[in-house]
């Protein structure tokens, strides 16, 4: 059966209405136009008590739950803008996509989004609200803030590495026996393990998806070449 995954299996729509009955009795499934939502309130608790609420829409992608969700804040009160960590569209930038695959290992489950990336965001907006600072590390938007996550699993700013690495890293063929695509001469063992280790499960798309946004914004002529 083709379609989206809701389509595909009748049974993981009624365990995710399971899921939301028992965990975010305030958030309710539905499918539209092709896609499946979940709207509703969202609880930020802490002890046992809730300290926030926020109204929330949620896209699950088709391939759910192999790639991240998509979630707006509807209630008004995260103004579009980019300095508050909002898409154009109103949909929360929750991280990079390479960015949230590292956190999340991969698992991107709707309750172990909500719990973490989710309620991380909104946990931060709501202390902006009472003046204070963003409480997460404030990378910068788009292809320059992508590099500055990958200089702390790479050691490295310079994009050409960081690209040349996510490119090879996105060949399958790629083992820590390998030579590192960093050119030192080492196997990536002995050099940026490290960065193999966290890269090695993410899809080849994101990859090089994330390698070409860099090269197209510092190194135009690698992708003209």
């Known amino acids: 059966m083709t379609g989206p995954w ?5 049974e993981r729509l009624g365990e995710l209405e399971a899921m939301l009955r028992a965990r975010f009795p305030t958030l309710h499934a539905f499918t539209e136009d092709g896609k ?6 969202l609880s930020l608790v802490q002890n046992g008590c809730a300290f926030d609420r926020y109204q929330i829409d949620v896209i699950l992608p088709e391939d759910y739950p192999l790639r991240p969700p998509r979630v707006w804040e509807i209630g008004g009160r995260i103004p579009r803008k980019a300095d508050r ?4 569209d109103g949909a929360l930038c929750l991280g990079t996509p390479l960015a949230l695959w590292i956190a999340l290992n991969g698992d991107f489950r709707l309750e172990r989004v909500l ?12 202390l902006v609200e009472q003046g204070e600072r963003w409480p997460h590390d404030e990378f910068s938007h788009g292809a320059e803030g992508m590099l500055e996550h990958l200089s702390e699993l790479l050691d ?3 994009p050409v ?5 996510l490119e090879a ?17 080492k196997k990536i063992l002995k050099c940026h393990h490290a960065g193999f280790k966290a890269l090695r499960r ?18 135009p002529e690698r992708l003209a070449a």
């Open 6 to 10: 809701f389509v595909r299996s009748r």
């Open 161 to 165: 590495m960081a690209a040349t690495f």
């Open 156 to 158: 490295t700013a310079q």
């Open 202 to 219: 993410i899809p080849a798309d994101v990859l090089e998806q994330t390698a070409r946004m860099i090269l197209k914004e510092f190194a």
């Open 85 to 88: 960590h909002i898409f154009l």
């Open 169 to 185: 890293m996105a060949n399958s063929g790629v083992t820590k026996h390998s030579p590192c695509p960093c050119e030192s001469g």
């Open 36 to 41: 499946c939502r979940v709207s509703g309130t």
């Open 115 to 126: 719990d973490i990336p989710v309620r991380n965001f909104l946990i931060g907006n709501s």
